[in-house]
């Protein structure tokens, strides 16, 4: 396959891939099995990145201990399987011994750049096990750091790639690799300009997986992961879900910013960018299938998917001096955006305006959004009011602002709902709706039987 030497395959696995030995084997058979695949992106084996998330927070001294044996568990349980594994796991050990280090010194002072390091070695490792594995199935592979090519700001924890540079860097240092071996990379993390380890954002390396499918013009992205494609919903909400075989762009954008968990919401951006398909399959079941994400689709539906963010928070702000003001809404946005807070949904009248942020950090870049300082921020502009434990249903399709019915097909089935807020008309791709959190998934349900039933 001379020609695949040119434009390669990109291949992702996440964390349940490459869980324990068998689970890197399955995704070793993959990789094996179609030779266009020269560049593999991993996570960390699963588990790994929470444990040493746990430690890097640095509270809990006494469970310090316990989150490191379990980390050393996983990863021995790979390294015991091994045939010949005394190189490797001295290498694990060094990692482990680093981890310890790192998290002593979390202990007494936590830092996000500290936090970076130590939550990096679970894709160092992971990558370290899997160029092992291979080579004990007779497949020489080479070890890359991905850091070497992954410069990006210093936003330690949500850091942004510099695509200029991660292009050059990866013609110059990557490339010439991968016309020689296989290469078996980092997903999530990278380096700012000082060498300081960063990472994308949790669930990061599918980002990472697109960005260097575009850096290296790949034929095509696949991401491994274990569910074996994108849904019409999530299949534990409505067992009843479809998988879609073919999804445009727009629409799988769509589904991943509103919650559906299948692909960091990233990822499809540079893919976007190049035009480059991405595929969505199961390492676990690779024959059952899966999703290809491309820029066209054959005959587009009108409703394709419902996506489901929980944990939102609705903020209405009310001022009279709204009445007639201009530039009321920019100051709101001002404080917001030196909050790093990524508004959703927005509604607004003659003189209130209510907007939810996402919580679940897909899009901003904390856990607990509404500090005191943005609170008293916003009071001093108007009165602030806060709903939480919203829901936000998003339904994803084609069209839908130049339809008509769309409102009776999604309206008449959810009468005994309370529907806080409706943001429809912005884009042809969706139609939102904020409902109670404990009626969303009755919400979905209903919808999905009316409308893919
Ligand atoms: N290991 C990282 C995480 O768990 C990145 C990823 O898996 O994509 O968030
Ligand atoms: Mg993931």
Not at 70 to 99: F, G
Not at 141 to 155: E, G, H, L
Not at 186 to 202: D, H, N
Not at 242 to 251: G, M, T, V
């Amino acid at each position: 396959m001379a020609e695949s030497l040119h434009s390669p395959i990109v291949a992702k696995f996440g964390g349940t891939s490459v869980a324990d030995f068998d689970a890197m084997n399955r995704s070793a058979d993959i990789v094996l099995s179609n030779a266009a695949v020269r560049l593999v992106v991993l996570s960390a084996s699963a588990g790994v990145t929470n444990l040493l998330v746990a430690l890097a927070e640095g509270k809990d001294p006494d469970r310090r201990a316990f989150h490191l044996d379990e980390i050393r568990r996983i990863q021995y349980a790979i390294i015991d399987r091994l045939a010949d594994s005394q190189v490797i796991r001295e290498e694990i050990d060094r990692m482990l011994d680093n981890i310890a280090m790192l998290s002593e010194a979390a202990g007494l002072a936590t830092s996000h750049a500290l936090t970076d390091e130590l939550v990096s070695h679970g894709e160092l490792m992971s990558t370290l096990l899997f160029v092992e594995v291979l080579r004990q199935r007779q497949v020489t592979a080479q070890w890359f750091d991905i850091r070497k090519v992954m410069r990006t700001n210093d936003r330690f924890g949500h850091a942004e790639p510099d695509i200029g540079i991660l292009k050059e860097l990866t013609h110059s240092l990557l490339l010439p690799r991968i016309d020689e071996a296989l290469i078996i990379t980092q997903g999530f993390i990278g380096s700012e300009a000082k060498g300081r380890t960063t990472t994308l954002g949790r669930g990061g390396s599918d980002y990472t997986a697109a960005l260097l499918g575009e850096a290296l013009k790949a034929q095509r992205i696949d991401i491994w992961t274990d569910v074996p494609g994108i849904y019409t919903t999530d299949p534990r909400v409505v067992p009843e879900a479809k998988r879609i075989d073919e999804i445009s762009f727009e629409e799988a954008a769509e589904m991943a910013t509103f919650g559906a968990k299948i692909l960091h919401p990233a990822t499809l951006l540079p893919a976007v960018r190049s035009d480059i398909p991405v595929f969505v399959g199961s390492s676990k079941d690779p024959h059952a299938g899966g999703t290809l994400v491309c820029n066209k689709t054959l005959n587009p539906p009108l409703f394709r998917a419902i996506a489901l963010r929980r944990r939102q928070t609705l903020l209405t702000l009310h001022s009279l001096n709204m009445l007639q003001a201009r530039g009321f809404l920019a100051e709101v946005f001002n404080i917001l955006a030196r909050h790093y807070i990524s508004v959703d949904l927005i509604t607004t009248s003659e003189v209130s305006v209510a907007l939810t942020m996402d919580t679940t950090g897909s899009t901003s870049s904390s856990v607990s959004l509404l500090t005191t300082s943005l609170l008293t921020e916003l009071s001093s502009l108007c009165r602030v009011e806060v709903e939480e434990n919203l829901a936000l249903i998003a339904l994803i399709g084609n069209k839908l602002s130049q339809a008509c019915g769309v409102g009776k097909d999604v309206f008449g089935v959810l009468d005994p709902f309370n529907i806080r807020l409706i943001c429809y008309g912005a884009s042809s791709h969706n139609l939102c709706l904020l409902v109670p959190g404990q009626d969303a998934e009755q919400v979905v349900k209903t919808l999905h039987h009316n409308l893919f039933g």
